[in-house]
């Protein structure tokens, strides 16, 4: 079973800048950092290829930074410029084909509160 372990989250002031790990237990294809504030929908911030390419929600551009490093199976975001409205659950989310399944499979991790406040 993959499992994949976020750390960093935390209480920040606004204009603070955050950085969030995910620890994947094996080697995953494309990772991507998900959001979810109160009575919001999950929402997609970053995502990042095996080979590097990144996508960013629009208003964490410029501020966000997405990476990872395949050999430890890791994924970061970078948080900076932090705002209020970045609130949120963090979670990290990878695929990976399964060849039991026979399909591409969606794992979760469970989520790290990230809290922008005065």
């Known amino acids: 079973q993959v499992q994949l372990v976020e750390s960093g989250g935390g209480l920040v002031e606004p204009g603070g800048s955050l950085s969030l790990s995910c620890v994947a237990s094996v080697s995953v294809n494309e990772m991507s950092w998900y959001r979810q504030a109160p009575g919001k929908q999950r929402e997609l911030v970053a995502a990042?290829?095996?080979?590097?390419?990144?996508t960013y929600e629009d208003s964490v551009k410029g501020r966000f930074t997405i990476s990872r490093d395949n050999a430890k199976n890791t994924v970061y975001l970078e948080m900076s410029s932090l705002k209020p409205e970045d609130t949120a659950v963090y979670y990290c989310e990878a695929n990976l084909f399964s060849f039991s399944m026979l399909r591409w499979v969606d794992y979760w991790g469970q989520g790290t509160q990230v809290t922008v406040s005065s």
């Open positions: 990042i290829t095996t080979v590097g390419t990144t």
